[in-house]
């Protein structure tokens, strides 16, 4: 496969959560990737959290239900380990869809909802920190 270009900036579409143009920040130093949401909390075996991101008030506080989840630990960037609930879906970048996981957290005080880390990068992309919105500006 050939590897694609993509900047440290852009926007990606989340079909099976309905989410579109969400802005998300590329990050070769996370291991893994993460959406930013609140009110996690595991009931009757399904996971419910609510979706965050100001800049799109169509989705901000959209309320997610998921039955398939897993829990692991994540060490941070200031070296504190926490647990957090993962769960799989499928990004749009590009005009292709691909497989992702994402973990669940609080990212109220980052600027981007949608962290992608390494795990997803690799083998399919190369990042260029010059550029922003590569994906989105294809659309």
Known sequence: MEKIVIGRFDKADFPA?????IAIK???GAYSSSIHCENIKEVD???H???LDAEHPLYNGKAFIFK????????SSNGIIQKRYLVRT?????GK????????????EMRYPVLIGRKFLTKKF??????????????
């Open 17 to 21: 959560l309905h989410l579109n143009d």
């Open 26 to 28: 590329i990050d070769t």
């Open 45 to 47: 075996d399904e996971l």
């Open 49 to 51: 959290c609510t979706f």
């Open 68 to 75: 398939d989840y897993d829990i692991v630990f994540v060490r």
């Open 90 to 94: 499928n990004i749009r970048l590009f």
């Open 97 to 108: 869809v691909f497989k992702i996981s994402l973990s669940l957290s609080d990212r109220q």
């Open 126 to 139: 190369i990042v260029d920190t010059e550029l922003v919105d590569v994906s989105f500006n294809l659309k």
